[in-house]
């Protein structure tokens, strides 16, 4: 039987869960705005998994033991979206979300990227694309080597999926059988320059290269609360390999604000201070579109 932790005392419902991410949503767009700068168009694609991740929740862990042996541990490759696992963090706990509109200011913790030692519960620090899975391969081989009953995700971003460690890191862990290893990639399409199919159009198609790498593949609407629960909560038998769910998102969630850039749907670009009302409606009307 798995330790629990109080965490899991709730099982938040799937329009609980909607209405969580949706606020959230809302507060990537005010953070980065304050701030001036970040990168909500990439937090937005990834916020409605890390909301079920965190807040459902599908990971077990601690808030306030954020070193717990047996949580569950998340790795975020794509670094740059730190506002939105900033803003989940503190709805789980880690920390006040009074910290949150210090973002990217002088002497705040919440850096542009993560830094495992300056927030509580960050598993590792980011920023250098690339090295998240290798990063979470450490933590699922260790927990198999100490029999351990944790388990690792790890959310990638499409564009970073071109590193050729990615790939070193995807065979390691097939070959070492790491099935308490789940890695995601926020597919929104696009990176910092231009859309992943016209930068590297020989990445596609992702599916079969993953299964090439004996990775146990799915595909999800990343958008769609009802379809990742299903997902994490009903997972398959993989025989021992790593699994890997491609999670099809919106960059910026669809919002015109983002969607006016055709070429990077404004990669590390805030909204600007006129238009973030704007931007919030837009979410309240995807959400009442929802429900």
């Keep these: 039987m798995q330790p629990s932790s109080p965490a899991q005392t709730q099982q938040r419902s799937a329009d609980e869960l909607r209405q969580i991410s949706l606020n959230m949503s809302k507060q990537i767009i005010e953070i980065t705005s304050e701030a001036g700068s970040g990168h909500p168009s990439s937090s937005l694609s990834a916020i409605d998994i890390l909301t079920c991740l965190y807040l459902r929740p599908i990971m077990r862990y601690d808030p306030d033991r954020p070193e717990w042996p047996h949580r569950d541990r998340f790795v975020l490759s794509k670094g740059h979206a730190a506002p939105g696992l900033y803003v989940t963090m503190a709805h789980a706990g880690f920390f006040s979300q009074d910290l949150l509109p210090s973002l990217r200011k002088n002497d705040s913790p919440l850096e542009g990227h993560p830094n495992m030692r300056a927030v509580p519960g960050l598993e590792s620090s980011a920023g250098s694309l690339g090295q998240g899975l290798s990063l979470g391969v450490g933590h699922a081989l260790a927990g198999k080597m100490d029999h351990g009953d ?96 491609i999670a099809h998102t919106l960059k910026g969630k669809g919002l015109s604000t983002f969607e006016e850039d055709a070429k990077s749907r404004k990669h590390g670009t805030a909204v600007k201070e006129d238009h973030v009302q704007a931007a919030l409606d837009e979410l309240q009307q995807q959400y009442q579109n929802q429900t």
């Design 150 to 245: 944790f388990h690792v995700y790890v959310m990638l971003g499409d564009g970073e999926v071109q590193e050729g460690q990615v790939w070193e890191a995807a065979m390691f862990a097939a070959s070492h059988k790491l099935d308490n290893l789940t890695a995601i990639i926020d597919h929104n399409g696009y990176q910092q320059t231009n859309a992943v199919g016209k930068v590297m159009p020989a990445l596609y198609p992702l599916p079969p290269k993953w299964q090439a790498f004996g990775w146990h593949v799915e595909e999800i609407d990343g958008h769609d609360i009802s379809a990742i629960l299903h997902t994490f909560e009903e997972p398959p038998e993989t025989g021992g390999a790593p699994r890997m769910i």
